[in-house]
């Protein structure tokens, strides 16, 4: 599902006059929907109430991801024949919590995203009884997946998980289990420099942090995601 976005670009080279660089970059919102969820201890999956779960589901406070996703999706709708069938429901305030709930529910989604996983059964058990089963993102599935799907991924886990440090990009996700290691050997794939990861477990949840050197082409994406996340941000607090 793409959508076709023109990113318009100023850059200084040098001592050359600063020059536009018009970038066409077509989102699949069903990956960047991907690289936006948990992987902390990996994902969870129940077998029984797998098509009722939520595809993900944040407090008001983080409501901007769901509005963002929400937005995307309906972009999708507009430009493509196969549409995205979803909806977003508010569950009121969660016991123990002041702030109310938003779910994104899909079946479409939720088999979409399971696709992407290796599940095996852990000894967990939920509140109602059901064996709770844990995923490993499958690397080879999207290693052979096109460009544009890869940085779409991408983009999401940054707009989740990233932002600048120091110079360098980063992308921290706590207690990973299979995606930064996956978004690692991604980021070598299309041409990042420098890439370094580290595990920090002297701290809890322990950080998976990658930082990197963007292509110049994942630059502009990542840029613009930064800038997204901001407007968001905005909004909500004002």
Request: hydrophobic share 35%; aromatic share 12%; with cysteine.
């Amino acid at each position: 599902m793409k959508i076709y976005l023109k990113i318009l670009i100023l850059l200084l080279l040098g001592n050359s006059p600063i020059c536009a660089q018009d970038l066409q970059f077509g989102i699949d919102s069903k990956y960047y929907l991907l690289g936006t969820l948990s992987d902390n201890m990996g994902y969870s999956y129940i077998k029984e109430i797998a098509d009722s779960t939520p595809v993900t589901w944040k407090y008001e406070d983080k409501y901007y991801i769901i509005n963002h996703l929400d937005s995307l999706f309906k972009s999708s709708n507009i430009s493509n024949i196969d549409k995205i069938n979803y909806h977003i429901v508010n569950r009121g305030k969660r016991e123990h919590y002041d702030q109310i709930s938003y779910d994104l529910m899909s079946i479409e989604l939720s088999q979409f995203i399971r696709s992407f996983y290796r599940f095996n059964k852990s000894k967990s058990i939920s509140q109602d009884g059901y064996r709770i089963y844990v995923g490993r993102l499958k690397y080879n599935l999207l290693n052979r997946s096109t460009e544009n799907q890869i940085l779409s991924f991408i983009a999401g886990s940054f707009f989740i998980y990233g932002g600048i440090d120091n110079t360098e990009y980063s992308i921290s996700i706590p207690n990973s289990l299979s995606k930064a290691y996956a978004l690692k050997r991604l980021l070598v794939k299309i041409g990042c420099k420098s890439v370094k990861y580290t595990i920090n477990r002297e701290i809890k949840p322990n950080s998976h942090k990658l930082n990197f050197i963007p292509s110049d082409k994942l630059k502009l994406i990542l840029d613009h995601e930064l800038e997204i996340k901001k407007e968001l941000i905005r909004k909500r607090k004002g």
